[in-house]
């Protein structure tokens, strides 16, 4: 999957960066956004910059190709989701805009999204609709955190909540 956007990187927000901006705009008016907010599978950083007013802003991604392309007042990490290279309870807020279901083990992701986290921090994640993966997903994210908002737009599942 990172060939993928490694691929896309330079045409990625102007295809999707109108779609990615209407989940940005409920996400942003349904969630409490802390001081310090990670971003995970961030891509080319539409989401991350998104936010950057509110808080200082981590943007994580797999694909270095997308990471190039970020450009804002954020800081930007090559890593994974599974593996997150910071320090237990270093974030207040935790996003993943329609990434999780593209993670190689999303179970991990959500154990490592806790693990970062800080107590009573708030986390939105959206899962695309037609991931064959989508129910199963967002079962595991509403066992994983305490939901708050949820709404069904038309690509996404979109869960905000609580740790």
């Not at 999780?100 to 806790?114: G, P, T, V």
Request: with cysteine; net charge negative.
């Amino acid at each position: 999957m990172a060939d993928f956007y490694s691929e896309t990187a330079e045409s990625y927000n102007a295809l999707y960066g109108e779609e990615q901006e209407d989940k940005l705009k409920w996400i942003r008016q349904n969630l409490i956004v802390g001081r310090k907010l990670l971003d995970i599978g961030c891509g080319t950083g539409v989401s991350t910059k998104y936010f950057s007013d509110k808080a200082i802003c981590v943007g994580l991604d797999r694909s270095k190709e997308m990471l190039d392309k970020a450009k804002g007042d954020f800081i930007t990490v090559l890593g994974t989701a599974e593996n997150l290279p910071f320090p237990d309870k270093s974030f207040d807020t935790v996003i993943s805009v329609t990434a999780i279901h593209n993670f190689e083990d999303y179970i991990a992701a959500l154990n490592e999204i806790k693990r970062v986290m800080k107590e009573n921090g708030s986390v939105a994640i959206s899962v695309l609709k037609r991931s064959s993966r989508a129910e199963e997903i967002v079962k595991m994210i509403k066992a994983y955190f305490k939901i708050t908002k949820e709404i069904e737009e038309r690509q996404d599942f979109i869960l905000i909540g609580t740790y």
